[in-house]
């Protein structure tokens, strides 16, 4: 790296004086917990000095600039080439950006097997790829920084029946599968957005044979689910069987079969042995060492 001179003070420069030294030229440039980070991209990729950079007006920092945020990973993503495009495209940042708000704003952390729920192409464009699974970067390694060891999550975007997989099942096992499919991500766990087909329609024996074993093995380790509420009329009929009017014969809401009722009860409890371990509370920076969120402006 190139020495750093104040403006017009040409070759060394005379010893300071006595007294508190000032930092270092570069310390506003690059904030302490950004050279660790800065450094493993470098070893990872020695023939990209000067990479695109992309920025946002409000930043949302987890491993912090001047102190720690209390979160300790960063967000990462391969994306596969498109013909004919000739420089990075800038949806990714936004994306990462997002989710990084999120996770400021909700202190809930993520964790390697988590999925995110998008339901919108992930480059707003028409392609099945949807939503997002998360888990360890398979190159970077976690650093130690000022403020403590940051590890590197990579996002890895999946099609709509391979998130319900990884939610009935769990994603790690969806993630294994993934890279053994290498149009479907390979060992890097590369996201092609132009991805037309699952994992399961282009192995069909990945279904039978991997994930309902599984389930029916290991069961599920989703800890908890969202759901939409609305208020409906249930005076008028029906359009067809998908309305949510049909739930009822009349004012009357259906019963369910004994089937049904045995079915749910015996998932229910199977769901309550397999995930026995408590709930872990989220992160909450402000009650370690008494320090908030370092939000950059």
Not at 149 to 155: A, D
């Amino acid at each position: 790296m190139a020495e750093l001179r104040p403006s017009g003070a040409p070759g060394p420069t005379a010893p300071p004086a006595p007294g508190p030294t000032a930092p270092p030229a570069f310390a506003s440039l690059f904030p302490p917990g950004l050279h660790a980070i800065y450094g493993e991209c470098r070893r990872l990729y020695p023939d990209q000095p000067n990479p695109l950079q992309v920025t946002a007006i409000v930043k949302y920092w987890f491993t912090g600039t001047d102190g720690p945020s209390g979160f300790g990973f960063e967000l990462t993503f391969r994306l596969k080439r498109e013909t004919g495009e000739s420089a990075p495209p800038t949806w990714p940042a936004e994306l990462m950006q997002g989710l990084a708000r999120y996770v400021f704003q909700s202190e809930n952390t993520f964790c390697s097997g988590d999925h995110v729920s998008w339901h919108s192409p992930l480059d707003n464009s028409e392609s099945r790829i949807q939503h997002m699974l998360l888990t360890e970067d398979p190159q970077m390694q976690p650093v130690q920084t000022p403020f403590g060891v940051v590890t590197f999550l990579q996002i890895v975007g999946v099609c709509t029946e391979e998130l319900h997989s990884a939610q009935q099942w769990n994603g790690q096992g969806i993630l294994e599968l993934l890279r053994t499919v290498p149009v479907a991500g390979g060992p890097w766990l590369i996201t092609d957005m132009r991805r037309g087909e699952t994992i399961f329609e282009i192995d069909p024996h990945l279904q039978q044979e991997r994930v309902d074993k599984g389930i029916e093995t290991d069961g599920s380790n989703l800890s908890g689910v969202s759901a939409k509420c609305a208020w409906d009329d249930l005076s008028r009929p029906p359009e067809d069987d998908e309305d949510s009017r049909s739930i009822c014969v009349g004012t009357q809401p259906r019963r369910l079969s004994g089937k049904d009722t045995e079915q749910i009860r015996e998932t229910l409890r199977r769901g309550l042995e397999i995930n026995s371990k408590p709930v872990l509370p989220p992160i909450n920076p402000q009650r370690q060492n008494g320090l908030a969120h370092d939000r950059a402006p």
